[in-house]
């Protein structure tokens, strides 16, 4: 079995505070729910990425990280009032990218993007992860190229940015390559057309427990990427590119 590396999938522990999103809250899904559910598929590390609604709370992360062990990092969301000893913290215990949920947060955020962005990389390292629909691309290109190390989350979400999309790829900004149920065109002809632009922009996830997610991960979402990106595309996709980006 090829191992795979998650690079984008949710922990929602009970344990820990939620704040409603629009009115939603997520069910639970644990860490060991999610071992469960991964290690079959060959999953053996991952990014936790944080949700919008969990706000700015670290402890449910940290504790995710632990439990799930050295193969993890984290993905978290910050005020831009975060101090440096709180990064070099966050750090140490495996946070390795910022998160900028701008489909569900607001543009307002937009305004401290590129400054928060900037201090991240410069004090640990960190790349920045954007969740925003691809049609608000386009006047944002030039800004977002500035950025030292980006991603974008679920391949953009609409047809109708994809050109912006395509452009960032070409430019060195990763795609994440996650919540097929989500976009509303075909994948494998995207898959092939980021692919064919930039063979390391594309990396894999789960997107589990896939919350609000129109139609949830399956298995053969996996299927239809190798078939989409034959072997050699999809070991790039599945794990060389995000262990890379992740800096493991």
Same mark, same amino acid.
């Given at each position: 079995?090829?191992?795979?590396?998650?690079?984008?999938?949710?922990?929602?522990?009970?344990?820990?505070?939620?704040?409603?999103?629009?009115?939603?809250?997520?069910?639970?899904?644990?860490?060991?729910?999610? @071992?469960?559910?991964?290690?079959?598929?060959?999953?053996?590390?991952?990014?936790?990425?944080?949700?919008?609604?969990?706000?700015?709370? =670290?402890?449910?992360?940290?504790?995710?990280?632990?439990?799930?062990?050295?193969?993890?990092?984290?993905?978290? =969301?910050?005020?831009?009032?975060?101090?440096?000893?709180?990064?070099?913290?966050?750090? *140490?215990?495996?946070?390795?990218?910022?998160?900028?949920?701008?489909?569900?947060?607001?543009?307002?955020?937009?305004?401290?993007?590129? *400054?928060?962005?900037?201090?991240?990389?410069? =004090?640990?390292?960190?790349?920045?992860? @954007?969740?925003?629909?691809?049609?608000?691309?386009?006047?944002?290109?030039?800004?977002?190229?500035? @950025?030292?190390? %980006?991603? &974008?989350?679920? %391949?953009?979400?609409?047809?109708?940015?994809?050109?912006?999309?395509?452009?960032?790829?070409?430019?060195?900004?990763? &795609?994440?390559?996650?919540?097929?149920?989500?976009?509303?065109?075909?994948?494998?002809?995207?898959? =092939?057309?980021?692919?064919?632009?930039?063979?390391?922009?594309?990396?894999?996830?789960?997107?589990?427990?896939?919350?609000?997610?129109?139609?949830?991960?399956?298995?053969?979402?996996?299927?239809?990427?190798?078939?989409? @990106?034959?072997?050699?595309?999809?070991?790039?996709?599945?794990?060389?590119?995000?262990?890379?980006?992740?800096?493991?």
């Amino acid at each position: 079995m090829r191992p795979i590396f998650d690079a984008h999938c949710h922990i929602i522990d009970s344990a820990y505070p939620l704040i409603p999103n629009n009115g939603y809250l997520p069910g639970f899904f644990s860490a060991d729910d999610y @071992l469960a559910r991964a290690t079959p598929l060959g999953i053996v590390g991952g990014a936790v990425v944080s949700g919008s609604f969990q706000g700015y709370d =670290q402890s449910y992360l940290i504790a995710a990280l632990q439990r799930l062990g050295p193969g993890f990092v984290g993905v978290t =969301q910050l005020p831009a009032s975060v101090t440096d000893d709180e990064l070099a913290t966050l750090h *140490s215990h495996g946070v390795r990218a910022l998160r900028f949920n701008l489909k569900r947060g607001g543009c307002e955020q937009l305004d401290q993007l590129e *400054s928060l962005a900037m201090r991240v990389h410069e =004090q640990v390292g960190w790349h920045s992860e @954007l969740y925003i629909d691809s049609r608000e691309l386009a006047g944002l290109e030039e800004r977002l190229r500035r @950025l030292p190390a %980006l991603s &974008i989350d679920h %391949l953009g979400l609409s047809h109708d940015g994809l050109p912006s999309l395509l452009r960032l790829a070409e430019h060195g900004v990763r &795609i994440k390559a996650c919540g097929f149920g989500r976009v509303d065109f075909a994948v494998a002809p995207v898959l =092939q057309q980021v692919h064919g632009i930039n063979p390391d922009a594309l990396m894999f996830g789960t997107d589990l427990p896939s919350t609000r997610a129109p139609r949830a991960f399956a298995d053969n979402d996996i299927a239809l990427l190798v078939d989409a @990106l034959g072997e050699d595309g999809a070991h790039k996709a599945l794990w060389h590119n995000a262990r890379t980006f992740y800096g493991l």
